[in-house]
């Protein structure tokens, strides 16, 4: 059997390669996911006796919720493993994992503001789910804000390491928050410890929108930092071969 050294990759001018390598399969997996989720959400579930058909917004609204929290927790440990052992490729993945990870928790609060003005009366609420993951969007913010702020690249992979660590904390918050206090926000319809509270056809176009939105995050992120990669890595001589004939230094 065949083993695969993945300590091979994390030199950044061979991740690059292999990261180039992924791109098109995740974009193309989350195309596919994507379309095939949305057909089951949109069309073949049935109308909710409840909510009748905004309840279908769950099908980019969970799935974006999911990731926003999966995403932070992956910049957490990446950010905490290139601080802890000095690993460039690693505080690559955490920067790029960033942007994605906003834009995730973006959506998700922006679709809950959509499923919310139907549901409870109106867009926003201070409940303790949405005001945690409110949160969770400024922390994004405020890790790349904190890199962008600091020129030089080592340190600032260290100050936003730390900000990225102290900030996982939050995680938690947002997902036993609907256990913990008493709020609008319902209680969630999957878990782990019991069965679904869903229809069977409703859970299957959500789990394929988020296999989607795996795939999609996926393609971007190594995508992103393939382009980190480049700039930092500038003066190495292997990214120096990469660059066209005729194009300036």
Wanted: hydrophobic share 60%; charged share 10%.
């Amino acid at each position: 059997m065949t083993r695969i050294n993945w300590f091979y990759y994390a030199a950044p001018a061979r991740f690059y390669g292999l990261a180039g390598k992924l791109v098109p399969w995740c974009a193309a997996a989350a195309v596919v996911l994507g379309l095939w989720g949305l057909w089951i959400g949109l069309v073949v579930a049935p109308t909710d006796f409840q909510q009748r058909d905004s309840y279908r917004i769950i099908f980019i609204h969970v799935p974006a919720s999911w990731m926003s929290m999966v995403l932070y927790v992956a910049m957490a440990f990446w950010s905490a493993f290139g601080l802890i052992f000095n690993a460039r490729l690693a505080a690559m993945l955490a920067q790029a994992i960033a942007p994605t990870g906003a834009l995730m928790t973006f959506l998700s609060l922006w679709t809950g503001a959509l499923w919310g003005k139907p549901t409870w009366g109106t867009w926003w609420v201070w409940d303790a789910r949405l005001t945690s993951e409110l949160l969770l969007l400024f922390l994004y913010i405020g890790y790349m804000s904190l890199r962008a702020a600091i020129d030089d690249e080592r340190r600032a992979d260290r100050a936003s390491a730390v900000l990225a660590i102290v900030g996982v904390v939050n995680v938690p918050i947002i997902y036993f928050s609907v256990q913990w206090w008493n709020t609008l926000h319902q209680g969630a319809s999957v878990s782990v410890s019991k069965a679904p509270t869903m229809a069977a056809i409703m859970l299957q176009g959500m789990l394929v929108m988020a296999l989607a939105m795996w795939a999609y995050a996926f393609a971007v992120v190594f995508a992103r930092v393939r382009l980190i990669i480049r700039e930092r890595e500038q003066g190495a001589a292997w990214v120096r071969e990469l660059r066209p004939a005729g194009a300036l230094p």
